[in-house]
């Protein structure tokens, strides 16, 4: 792993996978078919804290669920991507309506088919329980596990490295 520091001062986009990173990858299947997720709320705050940073938010999932939608339209995710396999057209896309390079972009993933987008951007980021070519080709690996409080380490890392962090937590200490 390289420093990841330095590769965070740039990051003006973050993007997510869902499953196995902003949930702990299991799938709940109900009776009739309705899929059903738990998401950390802690990530989400983190989450909230990266949007009230002024840095962009963006999902790419390759399964599609309405309860994905729904929690990440909540936490003001404005680029949300689902049912993509192969990720690489969306990062594409996205890249481009945003006008961002690379080094501006960071991924967090955890599984191999995460590898093609975070192989490209600045600042790739495995969740510590992550397939282990995946931490292998990764900038950083959180210390916490996916669903389990990684996303909220990431946004934490990224708002610390631009310096911006303090500033947040001194709003809630003057609340």
């Not at 520091?5 to 299991?26: H, N, P, Q, Y």
Request: hydrophobic letters at 45%.
């Amino acid at each position: 792993m390289t420093d990841y520091k330095a590769r965070a001062k740039a990051i003006e986009m973050v993007i997510f996978d869902v499953d196995g990173v902003l949930t702990d990858g299991s799938l709940f299947l109900g009776d009739d078919g309705q899929e059903y997720k738990a998401f950390n709320s802690r990530d989400g705050h983190g989450m909230a804290m990266l949007r009230q940073a002024g840095i962009t938010m963006a999902v790419i999932t390759g399964r599609q669920s309405e309860v994905v939608r729904i929690r990440m339209e909540s936490l003001g995710v404005a680029h949300i991507y689902q049912g993509q396999r192969d990720k690489r057209p969306a990062y594409a896309q996205l890249r481009q309506a945003c006008g961002l390079e690379h080094a501006q972009i960071a991924y967090v993933g955890d599984d191999v088919v995460d590898l093609p987008v975070m192989l490209q951007v600045g600042l790739a980021i495995a969740v510590a329980d992550a397939h282990p070519l995946v931490r292998e080709h990764c900038h950083w690996q959180t210390r916490l596990a996916g669903g389990q409080g990684a996303a909220r380490e990431v946004c934490e890392g990224l708002l610390a490295a631009q310096g911006k962090l303090d500033t947040i937590f001194a709003d809630y200490i003057r609340r």
